[in-house]
């Protein structure tokens, strides 16, 4: 069906009325939960979920095929009414928010962006439309594989060293994990540490995920990613490496990581993984001994081809905590931002990422009565993007932080929390099913509802846009994970 035809002559003819009044109800919640709670859109919703019998995609599946251009024509069942109400309102959404067509349907015809979509439909009738956006599924999943690592962070999170934790899950036991997120409709899953490749069986766990459909990626400290470990990498379909460099020279490096070598170790791996054409992510984690560095390693991953650069926030915890002298100021982390948005508009090679909830109230900030008409906006847990300024609606929706509502995280243990800086056990998945956490632990529902945020992040007019970091709270406030983010300049200013 060619959508473009099909619109009505009203919203055909009067574009630019329809695109003002939808980004007015796009800020309102509330209508759109009264929407979606009257009978027939529900009906609706649960009807886009239903499988067909011939082609085994759901309806919503095949409108999107529709809408690309990629309909089944060996299936007439699933090309009917709905398919043309569900591509009606993909095009009237794409025009009021100025995305570009093609780029759409690209977007729409990738599975684990059609995962994720599925993923909001089923949470749009299951929570409503709230801000931010609560899901049925988080979009990523973090799973500290193993705690055992060949080096010795400073600021390591999770006390990693060579020896083995007791009550790892065992391999059986991991596969049922990847089974659990995959029938929950987890779009993505990052294997992280520890040094995920001391586990021997990562490579059987990884695939495994890989073939269940999710997106998965892989953190790690690049020392172990010889040519021969890359080969098996690329055989287990990982699709995303990120490798941690903390510093533009082996000297700051080397005294993050704790062991010789290990920045030129971390280089070759990066080079590896470039050279079998693996996606790579200089991750950094950036504090007062390595922020002046931070130019020189932006600039080193263009250099060495990285596809992506992540700025990690410092979070105080674990071995971390005993290095609070090294956390930026707000002031500080203010300026990094806007760095980073700077380097963005001036067109770097290298795609920004910034696990900082701030980064989308900044970017809304600089944007200014005299803006280009683009902000970047944060999406789901850290990804960001370049959308025009009609679109700023739904950064409210998408929410800033995403600890227990769009991202959480499972220890070696088969522990899950909110955050892998946020260590506070809500439910155990060798004994509880993960979906069922996922939707009935206390502390995620709080994190859900921005109304439950005290001190200077409720107070804030930003709270939906970015809702501060919930890891900073419970370090900084003995624990409790509702309050400010000392480490915001709004929180600063109050």
């Known amino acids: 069906m060619n959508v473009e035809k099909s619109l009505h002559p009203a919203i055909a003819i009067n574009e630019a009325y329809w695109r003002r009044l939808a980004v007015s109800i796009l800020s309102h919640d509330t209508f759109w939960n009264a929407v979606i709670s009257m009978p027939m859109t529900k009906r609706m919703l649960e009807l886009s979920l239903k499988k067909c019998e011939v082609c085994n995609r759901t309806v919503l599946e095949a409108a999107l095929d529709d809408y690309?251009?990629?309909?089944?024509?060996?299936?007439g069942g699933c090309n009917g009414f709905y398919s043309q109400v569900i591509g009606f309102w993909v095009e009237f959404l794409r025009r009021v928010l100025g995305f570009k067509r093609e780029k759409v349907a690209q977007l729409l015809t990738d599975r684990y962006a059609r995962n994720a979509v599925l993923n909001l439909v089923e949470s749009f009738a299951h929570f409503g439309i709230k801000k931010p956006l609560s899901l049925c599924a988080p979009f990523?999943?973090?799973?500290?594989?193993?705690?055992?690592?060949?080096l010795r962070c400073k600021h390591c999170y999770?006390?990693?060293?060579?020896?083995?934790?007791?009550?790892?899950?065992?391999?059986?036991?991991?596969?049922?994990?990847?089974?659990?997120?995959?029938?929950?409709?987890?779009?993505a899953l990052a294997f992280s540490g520890g040094e995920p490749l001391m586990r021997k069986d990562f490579f059987e766990v990884a695939k495994h995920a890989s073939d269940r459909g999710l997106y998965v990626s892989l953190a790690s400290n690049g020392t172990l990613l010889t040519k021969e470990i890359t080969t098996k990498i690329k055989q287990a379909q990982v699709n995303y490496i990120d490798i941690?460099?903390?510093?533009?020279?082996?000297?700051?490096?080397?005294?993050?990581?704790?062991?010789?070598?290990?920045?030129?170790?971390?280089?070759a791996g990066l080079k590896n993984c470039i050279e079998a054409d693996i996606c790579t992510c200089i991750a950094t984690t950036v504090g007062k001994n390595n922020?002046?560095?931070?130019?020189?390693?932006?600039?080193?991953?263009?250099?060495?081809?990285?596809?992506?650069f992540t700025y990690f926030n410092f979070i105080p915890t674990g071995r971390g905590s005993n290095h609070r002298d090294q956390d930026l100021t707000?002031?500080?982390?203010?300026?990094?931002?806007?760095y980073l948005l700077n380097r963005m508009s001036a067109g770097c090679k290298t795609t920004i990422l910034a696990t900082a909830p701030q980064l989308a109230r900044v970017a809304l900030q600089s944007q200014g009565s005299c803006g280009t008409g683009e902000v970047t906006m944060a999406l789901a847990h850290m990804q960001t993007v370049k959308v025009t300024k009609k679109a700023v609606p739904l950064g409210e929706f998408i929410g800033g932080c995403g600890a227990g509502r769009l991202y959480c995280s499972i220890s070696p243990q088969g522990d899950v929390h909110p955050c892998v800086f946020l260590p506070l056990n809500v439910g155990n998945l060798k004994t509880q099913q993960f979906k069922e956490i996922w939707h009935n632990a206390p502390l995620f529902n709080a994190f859900r509802n921005r109304a439950n945020l005290k001190g200077t992040c409720g107070a804030c007019q930003y709270k939906f846009i970015c809702g501060g970091c919930r890891a900073r709270s419970a370090a900084y406030h003995n624990g409790d994970t509702l309050k400010g983010d000392p480490g915001c300049l709004m929180s600063t200013k109050k």
């Open 68 to 75: 690309a251009g990629k309909a089944d024509k060996k299936c």
């Open 140 to 150: 990523l999943v973090v799973w500290d594989f193993t705690h055992r690592c060949n």
């Open 158 to 187: 999770s006390n990693s060293g060579t020896e083995q934790e007791e009550d790892e899950l065992t391999t059986k036991q991991a596969l049922d994990v990847v089974d659990q997120l995959a029938e929950a409709h987890v779009t």
């Open 244 to 267: 941690s460099i903390d510093g533009a020279s082996a000297k700051t490096h080397d005294d993050f990581r704790g062991v010789p070598g290990a920045f030129d170790g971390a280089i």
């Open 291 to 308: 922020l002046s560095e931070l130019p020189a390693i932006i600039d080193l991953a263009e250099q060495l081809g990285s596809e992506r």
């Open 330 to 338: 707000a002031q500080q982390r203010e300026d990094v931002m806007r």
